[in-house]
């Protein structure tokens, strides 16, 4: 159960849910900035992300494998949100009020523009290896107002509230970066 793409999806999840838990504690640009640690973490070290693999593989198995594995990693830093309290804990619970009244054709609309966001940043870092296209790339997904299937999952396990929204709310987000991940493979894939 616990092999080596596990582990590196476990600790992508952990990466991401760290540059989450940032975005709560600062709030607004600063926090926006510091959620990038996140993503950066993960194209240095090569652990495996499902918005990082979600437009580039086609084994839909093992990319729930990779997805899991991540809301793993986010479920343990949301707990964190939940441990520590405070501010990041009343941020969450406001983000995740927010992220629910939106309904479901937007929270997808806002998943895919983050999946397409993300999907673009990481195959520039591939194509140039410079981090640039995800230090802006990430703030943009955030103060756009884009939702990260990852990273929701530490809001909303931090903000440590159920709603029955949250039934349609989560698989949508997946379902929009997926989407969103996607688009530039069918659109530029083969000619750039």
Partial sequence: MFDTNNRLSLFAGLLIGLGAYGFLALGGIPGAVIFAFGLVGVVLSGT????GKAGVMTDIGALAKIWLFNVLG????GLLVVSLGGV???RAQEVVAGRLAQGPWRSFLRAVGCGLIIDISVWLY?????LVPILFGVPLFIVSGFYHSIADVVYLVGAWTWSPDIL????IIVLGNYAG???RRIVVADII
């Fill in 88 to 90: 990041p804990m009343e």
């Fill in 168 to 171: 349609w709310y989560y698989p």
């Fill in 74 to 77: 986010c479920v343990l830093i």
């Fill in 48 to 51: 495996l992300l499902y918005t």
């Fill in 126 to 130: 591939r194509k140039s290896g410079s």
């Fill in 181 to 183: 991940c996607n688009i």
